[in-house]
């Protein structure tokens, strides 16, 4: 059986959950892991098996791996993914996948040059669930889309990762959980760029700490969304049609379930379920991004289908007018 080695940049929690979904996916080869420094590296291997660890960036990739995981804060994403490329190894990057447009255009050249497979880390397009939302709407079962609704809030206590909520870090809401919510839009509306805008903000650290989103689409069509670190949300995203709606979740980031519904025929107030769709996935889910992942490459494919740079492109630009109109900047912000 031909496997794709893996190399995970980064030991803390979503590496963590990386690397233990990486025992699930029998044709992903935990290969190396590099850390800050080589006792992390080292525990960090030993716990989920991997085969060599290192506290440089160079030296692991050297030793040969198919494909990086970039799991480390955001300001570092460029560098690394750059570095990787440049040496001819894959990569995946955990979201947002670099700071700024003109990064992203970089590192997609870079990408191409060396024909290799890059993608930013948006696992939720990998799930079952959302799979069965993106059937649903392909066939209008919920007839034309006419509104989304989705947010994903959290509400930030003592010892939570600070530096997501710092501008300095490259960090903000709208980036860190407000772009499930914006990925849901996209979803929704494939291929579409919203002809209007608007938002409400909140700032601490020079970064968004709360954002709501009203997206207009042509045909009156809208999204309405939410990031935030300062309330937590009901986690839902419910797409409405003018035949019905689909309401997917709890946990709209990684759903184990969504429902199709249709207006009643005989009750104004009422809807009628078409369709339940449930996913009882073992572990944290982020096996289905792992296959997803190792069998692109396997195939020779250099971005995926479920998420193509395309779409990162797109909702990277939004992301960076509505920093500029915030007043969110960071250090590579030119």
């Known amino acids: 059986m031909k496997s794709c080695k893996w190399a995970v940049l980064g030991t803390g929690y979503i590496a963590g959950n990386f690397a233990a979904a990486l025992s699930m996916v029998p044709e992903a080869e935990p290969f190396a892991v590099c850390a800050t420094s080589m006792q992390k590296a080292g525990s960090f291997a030993e716990k989920h098996g991997f085969s060599l660890f290192f506290d440089d960036i160079e030296k692991c990739l050297d030793a040969g791996p198919d494909v990086l995981y970039i799991a480390v804060p955001n300001l570092f994403h460029f560098e690394f993914a750059m570095k990787a490329l440049e040496k001819g190894i894959h990569v995946l990057c955990e979201k947002p996948i670099v700071d700024n447009k003109p990064q992203l255009e970089k590192v997609i050249a870079k990408a191409q040059e060396k024909n290799c497979f890059l993608m930013e880390a948006m696992w939720t397009r990998c799930f079952p669930a959302v799979i069965k939302v993106r059937e649903w709407l392909a066939s209008s079962s919920i007839g034309t889309v006419k509104s989304v609704r989705a947010d994903f809030g959290l509400k930030a206590v003592e010892g939570w990762q600070g530096w997501k909520a710092s501008a300095e870090h490259g960090g903000g809401a709208l980036r860190d959980v407000g772009i499930y919510a914006l990925a849901w839009a996209f979803l929704a509306f494939p291929g579409e760029k919203p002809e209007k805008r608007d938002s409400v903000y909140r700032l601490k650290n020079g970064a968004d700490y709360h954002s709501e989103l009203f997206l207009r689409y042509s045909n009156e069509r809208t999204a309405f969304l939410t990031g935030s670190f300062d309330m937590v949300s009901n986690h839902e995203v419910i797409i409405y049609g003018d035949k019905g709606l689909i309401i997917t979740g709890p946990k709209l980031w990684c759903p184990k379930r969504t429902v199709l519904y249709r207006y009643s025929a005989s009750h104004e107030f009422e809807l009628e ?25 396997l195939s020779g494919k250099t971005e995926s289908p479920l998420f193509p740079l395309s779409e990162s492109l797109v909702l990277m630009e939004l992301i960076d007018s509505f920093r500029r109109e915030w007043g969110v900047l960071y250090k590579t912000d030119t």
Not at 274 to 296: I, R, S, W
Request: net charge negative; hydrophobic share 30%.
């Open 273 to 297: 379920e078409a369709e339940l769709f449930t996913d009882e996935y073992p572990g944290n889910g982020m096996q289905y991004e792992v296959d997803h992942v190792t069998k692109c490459i």
